[in-house]
Structures are given as structure tokens and as C-alpha cells.
């Protein structure tokens, strides 16, 4: 097992603050700790009567990251702005805790502030150009950082995969027939003409604007060396929830013009599902077996939306058809007076720390999830048992039996049972979706689209 994460406590923030004025040879004269799901703060320092405002990005807590040295997200920032990309500037890395200093871009992601369509057009159109002028970087300015560079149609394909099995693996806390079985798919479906290996965020879609102009770039964690098309793909999943400014599909078209090739719409599917399987895979340890101290509400977020951006893109992919679930019928808990309580002793909680706020938001959250769980698990539960025992030809009574079971008929199951195991997840997740929906941590996945790539 992994040995526990840093700690960024109280004694953790003020060795960041001796860094920093060791650092800028400053004073900090404020040092605010964003609200969010990983350690991060806001700092003004005051430099010879000037006020310059950083950012502190300190290392994900728990087991989930994919590049455990945070170091690396800073050396590629800093080749980056070698190379003229809008990316913050790295002042420095403290090591204890982990924690990369850089300036603070100004600005905001959400489009909506932006003065006009035709504003937001022309910062959307401005991030693709960046994007573009990324794509076009030597690659082996980031090898000399310790980046690979695979050879082959094959390796540059499934560069993120071979990336995120070490941690899936070892991490895996339960059977994941849904991941197996698409893990498979992808590697028997590589697009073998893709050849050109190139720097690529991984995570893209994260830039900063102000004023009707971009600021930067910014969230480097995930980058490697793979197709320019898992850019496309992955702002592609995030418009549905951060809007890039403009129709994706005039978007991709001024990609092409500034890259000067053009995008395969198929290779740009492929790697939608390539990305949601991955991000799947790095929770799902956490999600099925839950590690004290992660933010358990986001990582079910995560999970279940997802899931279903997977079979959005196999959908497409295979040009199949999933049948809608029924929802549950009528409740039936044994536990309604005890949530309850649970509920209203959450509800009491006072603070006016916007930490321990959050906190108690993340609680009431997954309460909200117990409560669907609790009234109708059982019975969607013995939906999927039903589904299960009918695929496999055996009758299971307990779902972590079926699970391992059809984990194991996944593996061993040649491409003809494609389509039927399509579906079956399809049923599976379609119930997932009708069960936890409803609720706050539900949301994302039920309003899952992928914009038209044409």
C-alpha cells in the first residue's frame, strides 16, 4: 500500500509561508486556502512596497495520483513557457509539503461573465490557437524532463492507458467487469494510422480569461506525450460542464486551421472513451474500498458520470442503441428514522470556516446518496442480479459473487460478446443513473452530452 499523503495542516502552512518569503524575499501578508478538493491557497506577498499575488498548488491527497511527483507538473510548466504557451510563471517547488509556487493568473474560466457571444467566441477561439501552438512543441524538450515518448501507433495510443494501470491495479478494491471489458475494446480498437506523438495536456479545456482575452493555461497533472486528438476529447467531455465559449464544432474547425491538419472525428470518440475509462479507473479504488480523508462526494461524482460518458462514446462508437431503465417503484426503508437523525444532526452543525463549511456540504451530500441507496438499492440490485444470471447461464444471491463472475466471463470473452456485454452495462449504469441521479452528486451524470463533433 501507498504510504499516507502529505500533510497540509496548520504546522504544513507555515513552513509554505517561511518558503515563500525565503523564496520572493517578501512578506506574506495573506495566505488564503482555496475551498476545494486538494490543497491550494491564494498568497499576497509584499516586495519592495508592491503586492504580487501567487498560487500555491500542493499534491493530491490519497491514492489517486497517476504522477506522484508534483515536481513534474512544475518542470512542465516551466518548458512550456520556454516555448511561449500562456502558462503561470513556476517561482519555485517547496518540498515540505509538496507544493509548486507560481504566480496567480488573473481572470476567470466561467464563460458566462464574459461581455458578449462575441467575446466568448473570441477567447474560446484564442484557447484553441494555444492549443494548436502546444500540439506543434518538440517533443523532446519534455523528454529532457523525464516525459516518454512512445513509438508507434500502438504506444502513442495507449500511452495514458499504460499510464493509469499501475495505480488501477494496485488500487483495485473490488471486481470491475464495466472496466475490464471496455479496457479490452480499446485495445483491440487502437487506430493504427495515428503516428504523430505529441505534448498534450491530457486534462485539457482549463484556461483562464479576463478582459475578452485568454490569461493562461493552467492544470498541467495529466500531461504526456500521445495523439493531439485526447486534447480535442477531453475539452470536448468538459464543455458539458465548463463551457468553452463557443459550438464545439466551430471550435474544432478553427483548431484545424491553426493546426493545419485535420480532426479525425473517430480517432476524437476513441479518446472521449479512452479518457472517461481512465479517470473511472483512477477512482475506483477509493470509491469501492473509501480512503479516510478523500472527498468521498466528488469521487462518486466522478464515478458515476463517468460511466456514462463511456457509454455515450460506445454508443457512437458501435453505433448501438441503449434501452432507458425504469425507475424504482415504491420506497421501502427500515432506516428512515435513523437518516433522519442524521440528517438533522448534520443540519445543526455550525461553523463560519469555509473548510469545515464545505465539509459539512460534502457530509449532507452523501447523505442524500444513503438515503437512495437505503429506499431502493435492493431492488435495482436485484435487476442487475437478474441480468447477470441470465448472460452467465448461474443464479448468484449475493451482487459481489455476480460481479466477480462476470469480471472473470469479461476476460475470457472474445469480441463476438461485444455487443451483448454493451448492453448489459448499459442496463447496469442506466440503473445507477435512475437511482442516485436525483441527487446533488448525481447531477453531472444525468445531464452527460457530447457535443457533435461535425
Known sequence: MKAPGPDYGTAAEARL???????????????????????????????????????????????????????????????????????????????????????????TRDMATAASDAQRSAVAREYMAQVAAMHRLPVDAFAARGLQVPQGPEAIALVGLEAYLPLYRRTKSRPEPMLEFVIGWLRRHVPWHRTRAAFIQFDSGQFLFENGRVTGLYDFEFSMIGDPMVD???????????????????LFRHYEECAGEPIEDDVVEYHTLMFA???????????????????????????????????????????????????????????????????????????????????????AKLLEWLVCADAHGD??????????????????????????ALETFVQNAGPEHDLRLLHLFGAIEGRRLQLYGPTRIGRSAQNVHLPPIR
Not at 520556454?82 to 517561482?91: F, K, L, M
Not at 480535442?232 to 466551430?250: F, K, V, Y
Not at 442487475?384 to 447461464?393: N, P, R, W
Request: glycine share 6%; proline share 7%; hydrophobic share 40%.
Open 17 to 107: 509561508r517561511a518558503f515563500v518569503e525565503s523564496l520572493t524575499g517578501g512578506r506574506v501578508a495573506r495566505m488564503e486556502r482555496q475551498v476545494r478538493w486538494r490543497p491550494a491557497w491564494f498568497v499576497d506577498v509584499a516586495v519592495d512596497g508592491a503586492t504580487r499575488r501567487l498560487h500555491l498548488r500542493g499534491d493530491r491527497e490519497g491514492d489517486v495520483a497517476i504522477f506522484p511527483d508534483l515536481k513534474r507538473e512544475a518542470d512542465v510548466m516551466e518548458v512550456l513557457a520556454e516555448h511561449g504557451i500562456a502558462v503561470p510563471r513556476i517561482h519555485g517547488y517547496c518540498t515540505d509539503p509538496p507544493c509548486i509556487v507560481m504566480d496567480a493568473l488573473p481572470g
Open 232 to 250: 480535442l476529447a477531453t475539452m470536448r467531455m468538459r464543455d458539458s460542464i465548463e463551457p468553452l465559449g463557443d459550438d464545439m464544432r466551430a
Open 277 to 363: 475509462t481512465l479517470g473511472t479507473m483512477q477512482f475506483t479504488g477509493t470509491v469501492g474500498r473509501p480512503t479516510p480523508g478523500d472527498p468521498h462526494d466528488v469521487y462518486l461524482e466522478f464515478d458515476l458520470a463517468l460511466r456514462q460518458v463511456m457509454l455515450h462514446a460506445m454508443c457512437t462508437l458501435t453505433g448501438e442503441t441503449l434501452e432507458p431503465q425504469a425507475p424504482p417503484t415504491q420506497p421501502s426503508s427500515e432506516n428512515a428514522a435513523l437518516i433522519a437523525k442524521l440528517a438533522d444532526t448534520i443540519a445543526r452543525i455550525e461553523t463560519d470556516v469555509p473548510l469545515e463549511q464545505a465539509r459539512k456540504e460534502s457530509a
Open 379 to 404: 431492488e435495482m440490485r436485484e435487476r442487475d442480479l437478474a441480468d447477470v444470471s441470465a448472460l452467465l447461464g448461474l443464479s448468484f444471491e449475493r451482487w459481489s459473487d455476480a460481479e466477480r
